[in-house]
């Protein structure tokens, strides 16, 4: 019969064991620590195309590769290094000593009792030798199923002493061998290029082709200049809903022309990033038709009032390098200029609203409302 907690106190013991080997090497820590930043780059990478991923892959890399040659030669270094000289038990009797004298007695030390545990030594019964063997392999078997369970410990015992590690600055020397390796051509084979003029270098670079943001929001694109988005109180319905309720607001950002991109620059967007955005048609409401007691029809001018439809522009969203909580929204037709009129950029359900000025002749912008009797209906306008 086992004990009932027996197993557990097995596991424990073999699991504080464990977290004591990773605590005192630290190559095994160092190795915890690269596995764990191998995966948490790949979590966080995952917004990027595949040679983006395999680009910062490659620069991780060759970082561990330089941390563990610097830690491989410090721990050399350490080890080379002569031992302290140990205190001398008698030194005051041997210097009271005649200079002369030329033997030397010898004090034999004195083993450690029996009963004091070494910590280099196993005190085993010659009868308990082949039962520990035999519950050796049983542990084994056993514990096979948790060996992943110990892995994530040993990487949970490695970040215990990152802080530690990280707070100790590496070597100038290191980080110049970095910056080299760096700078390596990856194709075995093919000589380095020649150190770049700075000016020459500077000029050849290609920035961005619009300022980058500093707060967050949605901006548009147009004319080399960001224009910010601002956000409708009202949720933008789903696709399937032809109108959406009135909007009685006028919009705050007017573009010049229809030829705009958008940026997107939000905490959350990272690394759950859409595929596609949509850009909806936002219809003003020119007129109203209505019917007296009579059933006589009367149509009435109307002024600042709007509705989301369902007509849209689909635009493709792209990472922005460098920029894990950008995107950079633009269509996949180089010639796309969107008409003269209001629209509302969806996001998450979300709507920003902007104006392309311009004289309305599209028959997408313009609406027609009549209120009957059974309801109230929508019809774009005849002129």
């Known amino acids: 019969m086992v004990a009932p907690h027996a197993q557990e106190i097995e596991y424990a013991l ?220 009202e949720r933008v319905p789903d696709k399937r809903i032809a109108m959406s309720t009135p909007i009685s607001e006028p919009s705050r950002t007017t573009l010049p022309d229809g030829n705009a991109k958008f940026v997107i620059f939000r905490r959350d967007i990272a690394g759950n990033a859409p595929e596609r955005v949509e850009v909806r048609v936002v219809a003003r409401v020119m007129r109203v038709l209505t019917f007296d007691a009579r059933g006589k029809p009367t149509f009435s001018p109307i002024s600042d009032s709007w509705n989301i439809r369902n007509v849209s522009y689909e635009f493709r969203v792209r990472p922005i390098a460098g920029e894990p909580e950008m995107l950079l929204v633009q269509s996949d037709k180089a010639d796309l200029l969107l008409p003269a009129g209001r629209y509302v950029l969806v996001l998450r359900e979300q709507g920003y609203d902007f104006t392309v000025a311009g004289k309305v002749t599209e028959p997408s912008q313009c609406v027609e409302r009549t209120e009957a009797a059974n309801g109230t209906f929508y019809s774009e306008c005849q002129k």
């Open 14 to 233: 073999i699991l504080s064991r464990m977290i004591n080997t990773v605590k005192e090497d630290p190559a095994q820590m160092r190795m915890t620590i690269y596995e764990f930043a191998r995966a948490r780059l790949t979590i966080d990478t995952s917004w990027a195309d595949e040679s983006e991923q395999k680009r910062l892959l490659a620069a991780l890399e060759t970082a561990i590769q330089g941390v563990e040659e610097f830690s491989m030669r410090r721990e050399e270094k350490e080890r080379l290094q002569p031992p302290n000289p140990s205190p001398q038990i008698a030194q005051s009797r041997l210097s009271a000593a005649p200079a002369s004298t030329s033997v030397a007695t010898l004090r034999p030390v004195t083993p450690a009792p029996e009963d004091i545990l070494m910590p280099e030594r196993t005190y085993l019964w010659p009868d308990a030798q082949a039962t520990a063997k035999v519950r050796t392999r049983t542990r084994v078997s056993i514990l096979a199923p948790i060996c992943i369970g110990m892995l994530l410990l040993g990487v949970v015992a490695g970040l215990a002493n990152y802080r530690r590690w990280a707070d100790q600055d590496l070597p100038s020397q290191m980080l110049a061998k970095l910056a080299r390796q760096l700078s390596k051509p990856s194709i075995p084979g093919v000589p380095s290029p020649p150190p770049a003029d700075p000016k020459t270098a500077a000029a050849s670079s290609s920035p961005l082709p619009f300022p980058l943001p500093s707060d967050y929001g949605v901006y548009a694109f147009n004319n080399s200049a960001l224009s910010e988005l601002y956000l409708l109180p």
